[in-house]
């Protein structure tokens, strides 16, 4: 099946930096990716659906200057996290779909532990 | 609304009896209906999918899902659980758009 990775899987920075989440599909080409977050023992909250050579559209909620989005090229989007505060250490979990596929069949990467100090 | 209910957070099964994690939809129409499972620190892993046909789904690691319409539900069933099957496990649907609605997930516990 379709891979999707994700660097770093585990970063801990401290309050007030920035950190940049890659989420890469390896073997097919994305058009579009989505950027979930997870808290712990807790669903995945969709924050943003991110298109090759546009803007992302971000959910209801989720702050576009905080975390930015960049989907540069069909196989890589990235989520950079802006002036990290404490409660925005999550589990952060990126998807991509296939346009080729029949469904609307989402493939996950193994997800990045963000920790701020 | 489209919604994807799962009603459990929680199911115990001894190992080797049978397992049901429970799933239910609200929308009219016919959606496709997913199963992920998530091991701990990890994303999630695809296990099924309904899109039409068939109602009875096989899937990975000798799960399967029925799609009954008129009662909206999609529940994940193994005839013989394993340890290894410990994991959260969650049903999303697809209900005309991109994106995926999840249910809020049913941490699966079988015990040895």
């Known amino acids: 099946g379709a891979v999707v990775s994700q660097h770093p899987s585990r970063v801990i920075c401290k309050s007030g930096t920035s950190v940049k989440i890659e989420c890469r599909s390896l073997?097919?080409?994305?058009?579009?990716m989505f950027w979930y977050r997870q808290f712990p023992k807790k669903s995945l909250m969709l924050m943003a659906t991110?298109?090759?050579?546009?803007?992302?559209?971000?959910e209801q909620g989720v702050e576009k200057d905080k975390f930015l989005i960049n989907h540069a090229s069909l196989t890589l989007s990235t989520l950079t996290v802006t002036s990290a505060h404490p409660e925005d250490s999550s589990f952060y979990i990126c998807?991509?779909?296939?346009?080729?596929?029949?469904?609307?069949?989402?493939?996950f990467g193994p997800g990045t532990r963000l920790t701020v100090t | 609304a489209q919604s994807v209910a799962q009603p459990e957070d929680q199911v115990n099964v001894a190992e080797g009896n049978p397992l049901t994690v429970k799933c239910t939809y609200s929308?009219?129409?016919?959606?496709?209906l997913f199963w992920y499972v998530q091991y701990p620190n990890r994303g999630l892993q695809f296990l099924l999918k309904?899109?039409?046909?068939?109602?009875l789904v096989k899937g990975s690691y000798g799960f399967e899902a029925e799609f009954n319409k008129s009662q909206t539900s999609f529940h994940l069933k193994k005839p013989s659980a394993l340890v290894s099957d410990s994991a959260l496990y969650f049903c999303?649907?697809?209900?005309?758009?991109?994106?995926?609605?999840f249910g809020t997930g049913t941490r699966l516990t079988i015990i040895p």
């Open positions: 073997d097919f080409q994305a058009t579009t």
């Open positions: 999303a649907g697809n209900f005309g758009n991109e994106k995926l609605t």
């Open positions: 929308v009219s129409g016919n959606p496709y």
């Open positions: 309904y899109i039409t046909g068939d109602n």
């Open positions: 998807s991509a779909r296939d346009p080729q596929a029949s469904s609307y069949e989402q493939y």
């Open positions: 991110s298109n090759e050579g546009s803007k992302a559209t971000y």
